[in-house]
């Protein structure tokens, strides 16, 4: 696999790549010794390929340990530190080989004359910044001098020198002088970097570049970026998050931002367990990129754990936007849930189930709910509706009978939708016949809207003629209406003789309409023959009577006075 990937990525050039297959195992273990080989395969690509002396120092720092006259080692160090101007640094290198070469080497006697020669320089190099020293202190403000004694700081190690000559620098600059601030930080830094060789005092000085201006962009990208380096070498894991999510911020690339994001989300969860920061930077991620599955799942989790429930009915309204057909389906049953639940936005939520129902109508658990809501709410249409397609999944039986009970008085008593809670109730019926309740409602609606031929129907339905009379002699009993009460009482005396074949309990429903109406010819002819099956005798006369006085013609006349007096002289002797 390394001889396939070496080929590939050196016929690329991709150095980058390259380096990070040999760098890879020599993280996994082993000593240097064993494996002096391969980290001089990264130095050199690090330092030849990649043209990046700071990243090939510390491999070569590593190979000097285990051999510190390694000719590729002193090449490497002769190079990087004549361009650091830091002699003294490379007559340390030089001095470390000369005592691990035999005495008699030819190229300890060669390093031995190149150090002798630095030490010269060294010599007057020392005197040379006494005199500079005295010049700048005569005139701070003279860049030759500044200039020159940097440069002989750097030539003889004096570093924590060179680093306050550097802040006085800072200080005396006005602080809107952005530019000449900035270049005079990156000088520190770059002290810290290459010479001094410290972490802790780099972080600060690269902090204080990224906070310079108050404003942090894509031009702290790299100062960012190596703050990130720095914190993981340092173990300094919080702030190492802070800097990869400042990172996440200001780089330009957005798939390297997606990535960042995606490394500080998991890293604040599975470290930390800090369910805040991962959720902001799984949201940062998603923003980036919708379609992220990662994001999506953990945003989900974390909106969860945090009750942030605004936040995650926003996430599924995003990807319901996007999904067509069943996919709908889970989606609008958890807005539904949080909608209802938890935003009290009960009537969303209802629009959420009706619209599962219309994908599919056999979802008893999505009608349970409707119902719940609907009921809890008080919203009488969407209860109505949402009963209907509950009785559409139930079967043809008495099971369904408290759900027709409870559609009937949601039309009647809320809706004011006469019709429909009159056929609901006889939906009842055909249920189960004889049903009380359907029977004394029904009963009591049409009574109530004068509708006496349905009422009739209603009980010749169930078979129930004996009822029908004593609701029809009832309402004619109770009715103030004289119109009314004589129609029903007409109603009340057709059943009884037609129907239930007792033509004698006619009797009172037509004395009924006579006591409203005592001119009622109709009435009195159907009422003396009843007398007279009676035998009431005694009432007959009056009918007669009346009778006679509303008879146009004279032999009808003739006809009831002749039968008047038969009854008066045989039946009552008078």
């Known amino acids: 696999a390394v001889e396939f990937l070496t080929d590939h990525y050196s016929s690329k050039e991709a150095w980058d790549e390259l380096v990070r297959v040999f760098e890879r195992p020599l993280g996994q273990g082993g000593s240097d010794e064993e494996r002096l080989g391969e980290m001089l395969q990264v130095a050199m690509l690090h330092w030849k390929k990649r043209g990046s002396a700071l990243d090939a120092e510390p491999w070569f720092d590593r190979i000097r340990k285990i051999a510190p006259a390694h000719e590729g080692v002193i090449d490497f160090f002769r190079e990087h530190k004549k361009e650091l101007g830091d002699e003294a640094g490379l007559v340390q290198i030089l001095q470390a080989a000369v005592r691990a070469l035999p005495d008699d080497s030819e190229l300890a006697q060669y390093l031995s004359l190149e150090v002798a020669d630095f030490a010269e320089t060294q010599a007057s190099a020392h005197k040379a910044i006494e005199e500079q020293k005295a010049l700048y202190h005569a005139d701070p403000e003279n860049r030759e001098v500044r200039e020159e004694l940097k440069k002989l700081y750097k030539q003889t190690q004096g570093h924590n020198a060179l680093i306050d000559l550097l802040r006085q620098q800072f200080d005396r600059l006005e602080k809107d002088d952005y530019e000449g601030r900035l270049e005079v930080l990156r000088e520190q830094a770059s002290v810290y970097r290459e010479y001094i060789k410290s972490d802790t005092a780099l972080v600060n000085v690269l902090n204080q570049i990224v906070d310079l201006d108050g404003v942090q962009d894509e031009h702290d990208v790299k100062e960012v970026r190596e703050l990130v380096g720095l914190y993981e070498r340092l173990g300094r894991h919080r702030d190492l998050l802070a800097s990869q999510k400042l990172l996440a911020e200001i780089v330009p690339d957005a798939e390297e931002k997606k990535v960042l994001y995606r490394r500080v989300g998991r890293r604040w969860l599975e470290q930390f367990s800090n369910v805040q920061h991962a959720m902001e930077a799984f949201a940062a991620l998603h923003q980036l990129d919708a379609e992220d599955p990662e994001a999506i799942e953990r945003l989900d989790e974390l909106y969860r754990k945090r ?179 004589v129609d029903l009482s007409y109603r009340a005396a057709r059943v009884y003789e037609e129907r239930l074949d007792q033509p004698v309990r006619a009797i009172r429903s037509y004395e009924r309409i006579l006591t409203e109406v005592p001119e009622e010819v109709r009435a009195i002819e159907r009422l003396l023959p009843l007398y007279e099956q009676e035998e009431k005798w005694a009432r007959v006369p009056a009918l007669l009577e009346t009778l006679a006085q509303l008879v146009e013609d004279v032999d009808e006349k003739i006809v009831i006075y002749r039968r008047l007096s038969s009854v008066a002289e045989t039946k009552l002797s008078d």
């Open 307 to 485: 009750r942030a429930w605004k936040e995650l009915y926003a996430l599924y309204d995003e990807q319901l936007q996007k999904a067509e057909g069943m996919q709908r389906v889970p989606l609008l049953k958890e807005m539904a849930q949080l909608a209802a639940e938890r935003l009290s936005r009960v009537d969303d939520a209802l629009e959420f189930y009706r619209e599962i129902l219309a994908l599919d109508p056999t979802r008893m658990d999505v009608i349970e709910r409707m119902e719940k809501h609907a009921d809890r709410s008080k919203n009488w249409e969407i209860l109505a509706e949402v009963l209907e397609c509950k009785l559409q999944q139930m079967p043809e039986d008495e099971s369904r009978l408290p759900v027709l009970q409870k559609l009937g008085g949601v039309y009647a008593d809320h809706l004011k939708e006469l019709e429909k809670a009159i056929g609901t109730w006889r939906r009842v019926l055909a249920v189960q016949p004889g049903h009380a309740r359907a029977l004394r409602v029904l009963r009591d609606t049409f009574l109530k809207g004068f509708r006496f031929d349905e009422l009739e129907e209603l009980y010749i339905s169930q078979n129930d003629t004996e009822g029908l009379a004593e609701v029809l002699s009832t309402a004619a009993d109770r009715s103030k209406d004289a119109e009314h009460k």
